[in-house]
């Protein structure tokens, strides 16, 4: 079944085409990741999947649900976890949870046991009364990977999960993107380590300029293109990978 199609998603902003008439289909259970140099229109085309913002022209749908009929029922059923630190620094890291929970309407009643069942999931039950501000980078991506998750989504959304980490920190968040995929949830990821699309994502789409260059495993673009997948990605985009 698939999650997400996309037929000739096109987002401008003012007169600059952000995303240009690009096509893709992201299945059940799937990690599927867009790769490319910054500007090349990642961050946009899943802000439309996640009905942050509409798109200019094309069909989107997420769950066969067309993002410009009903963005509500979508987001309700999707969890985010944004590039950018959203954590609320006046509030513990267990406040920050059971706050997030109301946006879902979900009772106290049943957010405090999740709240808990998430930091237990991200290892970070220890933590539960601690401020944010006291928190280690690493730590504040998995709160916020756990933040994604309290309302049990279908499908996650991560832009660049492991952004700014050290080896030890990116390979924790790792195995619990690796746990959550094996339990059927799908995840959707931008990402410019080259080693993480390889460890996680089924299929990846190398995107430039808006467009989208080519879309296959990690295994078989390697294989068809010759080298690894950071070489693949350099002669597909002509550019580095922090570019």
């Excluded at 999707?78 to 959203?86: A, E, H, N, R, T």
Aim: a neutral charge; charged letters at 25%.
């Amino acid at each position: 079944m698939q999650i997400v199609t996309s037929k000739g998603l096109t987002k401008y902003y003012g007169t600059l085409c952000a995303v240009d008439h690009i096509d893709f289909e992201i299945s059940r259970g799937e990690c599927f990741g867009f790769l490319g140099p910054n500007g090349a229109g990642k961050t946009t085309a899943m802000g439309v999947i996640y009905c942050f913002m509409p798109p200019t022209s094309g069909d989107v749908k997420v769950f066969g649900i067309d993002v410009s009929e009903d963005p509500s029922l979508i987001k309700s059923r999707i969890g985010v976890m944004p590039q950018d630190d959203s954590l609320d620094p006046d509030l513990s890291v267990f406040e920050n949870l059971i706050v997030y929970a109301r946006y879902f309407d979900i009772p106290r009643k049943t957010s405090i046991p999740l709240a808990n069942e998430l930091l237990k999931f991200v290892n970070m039950e220890d933590k539960a009364n601690v401020s944010i501000k006291s928190l280690s980078g690493g730590m504040k991506r998995r709160l916020l990977l756990a933040r994604a998750l309290i309302n049990n989504p279908e499908l996650l959304i991560l832009d660049e999960p492991t952004v700014g980490l050290d080896p030890y920190s990116r390979h924790s968040v790792w195995e619990k993107l690796q746990a959550l995929k094996s339990k059927g949830v799908t995840l959707i990821l931008t990402t410019h380590y080259m080693e993480e699309a390889e460890k996680i994502c089924d299929r990846v789409a190398i995107m430039n300029s808006g467009r989208i260059i080519t879309i296959d495993t990690p295994s078989k673009l390697m294989a068809s293109h010759g080298g690894t997948l950071e070489e693949v990605y350099l002669k597909l985009t002509g550019r580095p990978l922090a570019a």
